[in-house]
């Protein structure tokens, strides 16, 4: 698994070497859009998306803003249902 992991995480930089958010290409890392339960991922190319350490740790809910004040912001780039306080 962590090997499908490596590979997915560098296709997705190769394909996708910026911030999907904001453009920057400084401290990137590859986010899993959804998650399957405790630490399984599909590591689908579809599930997964580059974006700074910055707009990660708002995604991830771990920004010293808080999520919800984050996704206010800035957005949430993964809300397909227009409720940008879920995640």
């Known amino acids: 698994m962590k090997r499908e992991w490596i590979a997915a995480r560098n296709q997705q930089l190769a ?7 904001c453009g920057s290409t400084y401290g990137i890392v590859v986010h899993h859009i959804e998650t399957h ?3 399984v991922k599909n590591n ?3 599930n997964l998306a580059t ?3 910055n707009h990660h740790t708002g995604c991830e809910g771990v920004h010293p ?3 919800d004040t984050f996704n206010r912001m800035f957005g949430n780039p993964f809300d397909t249902e227009g409720d ?4």
């Open 37 to 39: 339960g405790l630490g």
């Open 44 to 46: 689908a190319a579809s």
């Open 84 to 87: 940008s306080d879920e995640g």
């Open 65 to 67: 803003l808080g999520r």
């Open 15 to 21: 394909d996708e070497p910026y911030c999907l958010i």
């Open 51 to 53: 974006l700074c350490f």
